[in-house]
């Protein structure tokens, strides 16, 4: 029967497999599409409430347009369909606030010879960060691939340049960007989501009417309109195998669909252990795997203002000591050491226009976090609140605050990646960007049984969250767009 017979099955519509589905579909393929959640976008689900636009976590959304997003949505004929409201907003920009040593913060500006003053920084001082960053945006492959196993915290301290320099681009394109302590980030990936940050190719902001989630719902429409279906608040239970090949899908409710062809977006060790069973896997393979480390979390507030407060979409607080090991997560969990001079990330969508209603906003502001979701989140967020009354006195003015929510971690799993293992559930995208599990180390998004494929920020890919995610998508297709043109 057509309908439980299919080209391919994709588990999961998150920026990945929204990606390869749609791309698929487009292709003429009969594709099913299953998802635990009301719509697509995994983690990165919209939510719609009071008038507001808002996903679970703060997004900067680098690089800039045009990106992958834009090729998705011009590959699939739906260019259309979604709209970019930050191009709407140009005078948009990125607030850098930098907390010294003296006690006083600092708003940064590279073009700005005030900041320098403000900092009291030498002109040799000035000349070595700038010959430092030079050397960054023009390293060569051969010796950016010579930094894959050195980490961005050791690089840029063995760097000559001031204190200010070395811990904002490693606090910001290290921890800020893959959400992962810079003590394990490889310098090569800090580098690149550097050059990413202020790549000219990529010179619009860009944040979608409808939200992230709005603009993979829009893309998975591709789906159905090719003939395929999507099958929305469904779990899947099982990926089955037969004969040593992926065959299909079991529901929780006990329906079974049928592919040569399995793409999951669930995670891969989530696939691997749960889906599928480790017994199917070669040993070591799936030993592997199942020691993959975990990327850190966002844990913080989400307000709900009746008036203006932020007048940019993005603002960045750093005090000069704020690089945390890993180590200091794992002990920050425990509750044998709260935080104190921890990297915030402070933003709203709701500058850009039709996102909120007119004078009002949604403000988040969250900092990184061991991602156990059983850990007490009370020290965070009492951290936070702490340094938004000295940065954001406004905020807490009488009657600002309309309603405020945590972002914890708990909400992470049920929108995203199921909790398979202690002390994992609440990472922000799935398997740390970490030395030894990236660039080459990296899972590839080809599994080790026939006609399984793994998609989204724990595969191949290169990026910061959603985009990682997307180019996963990418690369996923291409790899089994050859197979799928076989299939009768």
Known sequence: ??????????????????TVASLLANDGKHILLIDKNASAGGKMTTFHKGGHTYEMFPLNLIPYAPSL???????????????????????????ILYHDRAGKVHELDSGNLSTFKSLKMSVGEIIRSVIAVIKMLTMSDKRLSKLEKISAFDYMNNLNIPEVTRVFVTASFGEGAFEMSSDMVPASHMIRAFRLGISKKH??????????????TTMVETVPEHGGKILWKTRVKSIDIEDGKAIGVTTENGEKYTAPL?????????????LVGEEYFPEEYAKRIKGLQSNLADVGWRFFTNRKVLDYSTYVYFPYNCLEPWSAFEVMKDGKKKPTSNYIYIGTKSVYPTISPEGKQVIYAV???????????????N??????KMLFPKLYEDGVIEQKEVMGLREVSALGVDKIFPGQGGESYGIANSIGQSDGDRPTCDLPIPGLYCVGNDTEGFGVGTHRAVESGFITYEKIANTLHSVK
């Open 1 to 18: 029967m057509r309908d439980a017979n299919f080209d391919a099955i994709v588990i999961g519509a998150g920026p990945g497999g929204a």
């Open 69 to 95: 997003f834009e090729k998705l949505a011009e590959t699939v004929g739906k260019s259309d369909k979604v709209r970019n409201v930050a191009a709407k907003f140009p005078e948009d920009k990125v607030n």
């Open 203 to 216: 010179p619009t902001p860009r944040y979608y009417e409808g939200g992230v989630g709005g603009f993979f």
């Open 262 to 274: 399995i793409i999951s977006n669930a995670g891969i060790r989530q696939t691997v252990v749960k």
């Open 367 to 381: 900092m990184s976090a061991h991602p156990d979701p059983e850990q007490d989140l009370t020290p965070y967020l």
């Open 383 to 388: 951290y936070i609140e702490e340094k938004l």
